[in-house]
Nanobody, 119 residues
Framework: QVQLVESGGGLVQAGGSLRLSCAAS????????MGWYRQAPGKQRDLVAH??????TSYVYSVKGRFTISRDTYNTLSLQMNSLNPEDTAIYYC??????????????WGQGTQVTVSS
């Protein structure tokens, strides 16, 4: 129903910046909220940032003031990451919540993009 493709990951030195993008396709009209998760090796997948249909954003405490989530176009989600540190190293996943027919709720995931921050 919905496909998500992340891009923008890579290797960056501590203190640097990256901008992740997520392109949505398919039944994008069903998308409500969107967000970014990340998962480091041996750790659980955690929510990093979230944006509602009304544009209200939220962030995990550790990235507040450094990361900014935005829905730049109808089908494009971004995560601007500044002042990166090695603790930000993880695979970052784009997510989209959907509501079909006012009855069925689903969550879709992208394949993820690797972000590696070196000292």
């Amino acid at each position: 129903q919905v496909q998500l493709v992340e891009s923008g990951g890579g290797l960056v030195q501590a203190g640097g910046s990256l901008r992740l993008s997520c392109a949505a396709s398919g039944r994008i009209a069903t998308i409500t909220a969107m967000g970014w998760y990340r998962q480091a090796p041996g750790k659980q997948r955690d929510l990093v940032a979230h944006i509602t249909e009304g544009g209200v954003t939220s962030y995990v405490y550790s990235v507040k003031g450094r990361f900014t989530i935005s829905r730049d176009t109808y089908n494009t989600l971004s995560l601007q990451m500044n002042s990166l540190n090695p603790e930000d190293t993880a695979i970052y996943y784009c997510t989209a919540n959907t509501l079909v027919g006012g009855l069925k709720y689903e969550t879709y995931w992208g394949q993820g993009t690797q972000v590696t921050v070196s000292s």
